[in-house]
């Protein structure tokens, strides 16, 4: 009996859900089988998230219905949800930090006894989750102490711990490391083989082909495609996603890079135990650093960034005229003064104030120019005239934690285009950020440098480096092995730099 024969375990027919005027779904049809791992993808706002919303009861469809194997089901909440079978990680935690890893994990399905809270079998139910499921987290430990990392593993723990037979995973990985991903893959084959579906919502590329056997595009609310992943490739599933194939998303490089300096490194040691590392940024090019996670990458670009104090060198920037200035070391605010800022890999924890505006929001780069006795300045003209600029169309007034990942990209990099800063240091530019969004942050970032600003980007995703850079940097061991113009630049060859075995050696660009 071949999967088309078999009944789908879940089947959406015709399902319309709308916010007041916008319209989130528009009659939309899916059908999920036993045993699949099943992408459902496409832009921000496409409408994936709300139709996953539907089938855990979440959302209620304004029209349409939903069977569970064959028949009608009213998922009227989550609590409905969960009792029909269907467990979701949505992409929000929901740790509670003053609870132990076993109390989280336990939340909702306490154990009692004689009418008291049953600890030691809490422990005991939560130990055995949590060895099924291989994640190494002590049942004892203290959630306010787990990294993000560590917390989207207990919520996947957490949504592994209900007797489902639908599972569905929002963005999981974004706050996992490699070894973490590769442990949700475990997990994922292991759901598969027990003839579980999971649905699995994710705008990155690698991670559908990786993990996925099918893949649903949705675009504006509306059904695009539902193929299987072996029928596909990259560049045919971004145009499914946003109607342009992979190598339209990058901005055509300058021809020529005109040879004027713009950030000068010498005998930089990002930490005690690091081997210096020397070279130039020019003005007018996006420097990429590539490497395989942990190699020094991370220390490099913040350090000179002064968000983490180097152990010796000397960074110096260019100015106009020719003259240059070092910049102090361990000092972000020296670093901004001097017109170098950092674009953080983690734009909600060190990067944006979510409570506050994104007119707020872009304002604090000017403000970090502004000494203590003067009165802050605003400039709301400014701020419109760089979100128009960035294409964020939302209210400034809104806070930004209501953006996108894309936006808030965005709204992250007007703050330092407000500040006026010459050099941007952007850890993972698009990380979390679906493809339109991608392709016109690359635009933004373009569009910089061709007014005479420079970029240093870090990167974990190599055809990201290779389309949006003129140079790349190969990190290995914390030292700089290779200097590969970008245009002659293949993963093959990255790679290669990145894992051969020899010492490594300084490079100088």
């Not at 040691?269 to 490497?291: D, Y």
């Not at 293949?490 to 730099?497: A, S």
């Amino acid at each position: 009996m071949t999967i088309k024969e078999r009944q789908p375990l879940v089947e959406l027919r015709s399902v319309s859900k709308s916010f007041g005027q916008n319209a989130a779904l528009k009659a939309v049809s899916l059908k999920g089988w036993p045993s699949s791992i099943h992408a459902v993808t496409g832009e921000n706002g496409a409408g994936k998230s709300t139709l996953m919303k539907l089938l855990a009861g979440v959302h209620q469809p304004d029209s349409g219905e939903i069977l569970l194997q064959g028949r009608r089901a009213a998922l009227g909440t989550p609590a409905k949800a969960r009792r029909a079978g269907v467990s979701t990680v949505f992409q929000e935690l929901t740790i509670l930090p003053n609870l132990t890893v076993a109390e989280n994990l336990c939340l909702g399905r306490e154990l009692t006894r004689g009418g008291l809270l049953n600890l030691r079998a809490l422990r005991h139910e939560a130990v055995q989750v949590l060895q099924r499921t291989g994640i190494a987290l002590g049942p004892d430990r203290l959630c306010g102490t787990l990294s993000v990392g560590e917390q989207q593993l207990l919520e996947i723990a957490k949504g592994l711990h209900s007797e489902a037979d639908i599972f569905i995973f929002d963005e999981p990985t974004a706050p996992l490391n490699r070894a973490e991903v590769d442990q949700l893959e475990t997990l994922l084959r292991a759901l598969k083989d027990q003839g579980k579906l999971v649905f699995y919502i994710s705008h990155r590329l690698e991670e559908i082909f990786r993990f996925c056997d099918t893949v649903t595009v949705l675009k504006d609310g509306a059904h695009v495609a539902t193929q299987p992943i072996e029928s596909l490739t990259p560049d045919a599933l971004v145009a499914l996603m946003v109607g342009r194939e992979l190598e339209a998303l990058f901005p055509e490089r300058p021809a020529h890079v005109p040879d004027v300096p713009a950030l000068q490194v010498e005998h930089l040691k990002a930490t005690p135990h690091s081997p210096p590392v020397s070279f130039m940024l020019r003005r007018g090019e996006i420097v990429g650093i590539a490497g395989l996670e942990g190699q020094g990458q991370r220390e490099i670009i913040r350090s000179l960034a002064g968000a983490q104090e180097r152990s010796g060198g000397t960074v110096r920037i260019w100015a106009d005229g020719g003259h240059n200035i070092a910049v102090a070391p361990g000092s972000v605010a020296a670093a901004v003064r001097c017109g170098v800022a950092l674009l953080p890999e983690d734009r909600k924890g060190e990067g944006l104030y979510l409570d506050l505006s994104i007119e707020d929001n872009i304002w604090l780069g000017p403000l970090r120019q502004t000494p203590l006795w003067r009165r802050a300045p605003r400039a709301p003209d400014l701020v419109r005239r760089l979100a128009d600029r960035m294409g964020l169309r939302t209210p400034p007034a809104q806070p930004v934690g209501s953006l996108s990942g894309g936006n808030q990209q965005k709204a992250m990099l007007g703050r330092w285009l407000a500040a006026d800063v010459q050099i941007l240091l952007v850890e993972q530019p698009t990380r979390g950020v679906d493809v339109g969004a991608k392709a016109e942050i690359y635009e933004l970032l373009r569009r910089f440098t061709a007014e005479g600003g420079t970029i240093l980007a870090v990167s974990g995703d190599l055809p990201e480096l290779i389309g949006l850079c003129d140079r790349i940097l190969v990190v290995r061991g914390g030292a700089i092995v290779a200097d590969v113009p970008a245009h002659s630049a293949t993963e093959e060859l990255l790679l290669g730099h990145a894992l051969r075995s020899e010492s490594p050696h300084e490079a100088t660009a």
